[in-house]
């Protein structure tokens, strides 16, 4: 079995900051991929940021100069740091994890059970 556990969402200004985590766990021979993704009421889900186990990382254009990506590899986590956060980011955001199974022989996507955003005054 393989759990992410996302945490960091919330409610914050127009201008603030927020932090997200994505731990994952269990039965976990590798990683590739990280990344996040969004979905705001009525719009389709859209990557925000992904990072590589080498530390690539690539960035909506909305978000750029503004979010951060990166991830601990040892912990098998990945975070995502808002800055100057706009009401337009306010979305449900989800993990997305890479990886390979113990007991298996191909790399596959998992995704967190997502975590609130609002940004609102």
């Known amino acids: 079995q393989v759990q992410l556990v996302e945490s960091g969402g919330g409610l914050v200004q127009p201008g603030g900051s927020l932090r997200l985590s994505c731990a994952a766990s269990?039965?976990?021979?590798?990683?590739?991929?990280m990344g996040w993704y969004r979905q705001a009421p009525g719009k389709q889900r859209e990557l925000v940021a992904t990072?590589?186990?080498?530390?690539?990382?690539n960035y909506a254009g909305s978000v750029k100069g503004r979010f951060t990506i990166s991830r601990d590899n040892a912990k098998k986590t990945n975070y995502l740091q808002m800055n100057s956060l706009k009401p337009e980011d306010t979305a449900v955001y989800y993990c997305?994890?890479?990886?390979?199974?113990?007991?298996?022989?191909?790399?596959?996507?998992?995704w967190g059970q997502g975590t609130q955003v609002t940004v609102s005054s």
């Open positions: 990072i590589t186990r080498a530390g690539y990382t």
């Open positions: 269990g039965s976990i021979v590798s990683i590739s991929d």
């Open positions: 997305n994890v890479r990886l390979l199974r113990s007991s298996l022989t191909t790399y596959q996507d998992y």
